[in-house]
Structures are given as C-alpha cells and as structure tokens.
C-alpha cells in the first residue's frame, strides 16, 4: 500500500492520539491536529526519541478557531480524517438549547466546513478521501445522549450525501463508527449535565441519569482495538462505507433502526428500559 498523507482532527488525545501514532508507525506521513497548545506540549513529550517521530507533524488547530482553519488549509493531503468532537448529556427536554447548538456547531457545521476547502482541492486533483469519525450513536440513541446522538445522526447524513455526490470526482467517503472505547470521553460527556442540572428545579429525577452514566462506564471497551482498526481502514483505497466497531454492533445498529418502524406511541425502546 502507498503511504499516505494524513490529517487528523481532535488528535491531541483518545482515539485520535492513538490512531496519528498507530498511523505513523505504518509509515503514513501524519498531522496531528491538537486543540490545544497544552496537548501539542504532551504529544511532543510522548513522541520525543521514537521511532515514528520523524512521521508526525503537529499542528495547533481548533475547527471552530478560523486563523487555526486557515493555516491547516494551506496543506497538501490525501486523506482528511475529522475526529474532533465534544458531547453534552442530560434529558433533552430541559437541557440549555444553547448546550445542543454547540455540540452541532463543532461536530456538523464546523466539520463540514473545516472539510470544504480539502474537498475542493480533492476535486481539482481527482482522488482524495474523506473520513468522518460519527459513532454507533449516528445510527441508534442512548438515554440522555440527545445533543451528541443528534450531531452525530446529521453527521451521518452529510456523509451519505457527500459519498453521492462526490464519488464522481474520484473522491471517496466513508465513516468511522466507535462504540463505547473507555478512553474518558463518553465519562466525561456522562458528567456534563451536572453543570446546569438541579433536581429541585428539574422534573427529570437524576436516578435514571445516573443509571446511564453507570452502565456506559461499566459497558466501554479497550480504546486500543479500536485504534488498530481505525489503523487498518484509514489509509485503504478501498473498503466499505461504513465502519462500525465493535462487529457485534452492526446487527444491534440494525435492529435499533428497525424497531423504529413498529414501535408504538406508548412503549419506550426496550434499549432504553
């Protein structure tokens, strides 16, 4: 296989850390996109004197921060890999809209327009790929996980309707879809709600909340197998759109999606009981 140039969004910690290093010791050309100075100061640290040190890059770049946008821009890359994410927990029907609205701006809107310009220079090339890390939780929902269930099911969408329309080009499209890795996100994302959350004002009880926190704590998986599948696909000419990992969850995806169809007005998705 041709080793490949590759950008990597949100790659300063979890997943995204793991599978720039993992890349790079494949021999990929690899930008670490890190959101923050703090992390590129610990990458550096953590690459410092080894082998594939001399195959990473990192850059600063926050997808939200323009100036960051507009330096990243000025790349010449193969593969686009959009990891960066945040999430945000509680019952939707009393979360801050402002809470959902941030979480749709970084995982959609500034995704997809951190992606523009690569896919306009793709275009022009004729070959380039674009990899949008969604999650199971694009293709099914989680108690209280709303904001990021509905970030990444529109993430979904842009990702189908990209492949369409760019396939002509020769640019490939294709999704990452994790499910639970314990690399500390999904627990941080469960804290998230106690920031505006107060059950004396609240009519959603903090029990079931809790209850989801605990069970997707105790129900994650080893982030490295999932590094080393991220590994495997990303730098593939070819292999299939979609990506979900661990492969039990594709029939549990499939079986979500198609309870959706019967389920009735009075009943609660025996996923959430």
């Known amino acids: 296989m041709k080793k490949k140039k590759i950008l990597i969004t949100g790659a300063g910690s979890g997943l995204g850390k793991g599978t720039a290093i993992g890349l790079a010791k494949e021999g990929h050309s690899v930008i670490a996109g890190m959101h923050t100075w703090e992390q590129m100061s610990r990458f550096i640290e953590d690459k410092k004197d080894k082998d594939y040190e001399k195959n990473?890059?990192?850059?600063?770049?926050?997808?939200?921060?323009y100036m960051d946008c507009e330096k990243a821009w000025d790349l010449d890359i193969d593969i686009l890999v959009n990891n960066a994410g945040i999430g945000q927990t509680g019952p939707i029907a009393e979360i801050p809209v402002g809470l959902l609205r941030e979480v749709m701006e970084t995982n959609v809107f500034s995704t997809l327009e951190f992606s523009q310009p690569f896919i306009r220079k793709m275009v022009e090339k004729g070959q380039g790929k674009v990899i949008f890390l969604s999650s199971v939780a694009g293709l099914a929902t989680h108690p209280f996980?709303?904001?990021?269930?509905?970030?990444?099911?529109?993430?979904?969408?842009?990702?189908?309707?990209?492949?369409?329309?760019?396939?002509?080009?020769?640019?490939?499209?294709?999704?990452?879809?994790?499910?639970?890795?314990?690399?500390?996100?999904?627990?941080?994302?469960?804290?998230?709600?106690?920031?505006?959350?107060?059950?004396?004002?609240?009519f959603t009880s903090q029990?079931?909340?809790?209850?989801?926190?605990?069970?997707?704590?105790?129900?994650?998986?080893?982030?490295?197998?999932?590094?080393?599948?991220?590994?495997?696909?990303?730098?593939?000419?070819?292999?299939?759109?979609?990506?979900?990992?661990?492969?039990?969850?594709?029939?549990?995806?499939?079986?979500?999606?198609?309870?959706?169809?019967?389920?009735?007005?009075?009943?609660?998705?025996?996923?959430k009981k």
């Open 56 to 65: 990473i890059n990192l850059i600063k770049l926050d997808i939200l921060d």
């Open 145 to 202: 996980l709303a904001p990021y269930n509905a970030s990444k099911h529109a993430l979904e969408v842009i990702a189908q309707c990209l492949r369409d329309e760019l396939q002509p080009h020769g640019v490939t499209v294709a999704t990452i879809n994790p499910g639970p890795f314990k690399t500390g996100f999904n627990d941080r994302m469960y804290d998230t709600y106690k920031q505006w959350f107060d059950e004396d004002l609240h």
């Open 207 to 271: 029990k079931p909340i809790e209850k989801a926190a605990t069970k997707m704590e105790e129900n994650q998986f080893d982030p490295q197998k999932m590094i080393d599948k991220m590994v495997e696909v990303i730098p593939k000419d070819k292999h299939a759109f979609r990506t979900i990992f661990p492969d039990d969850l594709v029939e549990k995806c499939k079986e979500y999606q198609e309870r959706q169809y019967d389920i009735k007005t009075d009943t609660i998705d025996k996923s």
